[in-house]
Nanobody
Framework: QVQLVESGGGLVQAGNSLRLSCAAS????????MGWFRQTPGKEREFVAG????????NYADAVKGRFTISRDNAKSMLYLQLNSLKPEDTAVYYC???????????????????WGQGTQVTVSS
């Protein structure tokens, strides 16, 4: 089993920045694609960003491209999401996810990820 715990969410004004962290434990995760998703009430969980096991590839949703940056530190079993130039529409619960498959791609649908954190709330005021 893998446990994922997010932190770093909060309330910020539009234009400001946040850095989300995700700590993985239980089993080594350095061979697996990881990603960030977000969800607002009444909507499906949507892909935000993903990174392959060796950080060789990243992928972003169009809505966050150029503003958010995903990174990972395999030595520390950590995943990060830097959120810059935040907008009110970025308000959501953000989830860390891990795809327990030996792949070199970055799936952008929630059903391709087997492990999830509990989520951290990001609220952006206008």
């Amino acid at each position: 089993q893998v446990q994922l715990v997010e932190s770093g969410g909060g309330l910020v004004q539009a234009g400001n920045s946040l850095r989300l962290s995700c700590a993985a434990s239980g089993r080594p995760v350095n061979s697996y694609t990881m990603g960030w998703f977000r969800q607002t009430p009444g909507k499906e969980r949507e892909f935000v960003a993903g990174v392959t096991w060796n950080s060789g590839r990243t992928n972003y949703a169009d809505a966050v491209k150029g503003r958010f940056t995903i990174s990972r530190d395999n030595a520390k079993s950590m995943l990060y999401l830097q959120l810059n130039s935040l907008k009110p529409e970025d308000t959501a619960v953000y989830y860390c996810a891990l795809s327990w498959k030996l792949i070199v791609t970055i799936p952008n649908t929630a059903d391709q990820y087997e492990y999830w954190g509990q989520g951290t709330q990001v609220t952006v005021s206008s």
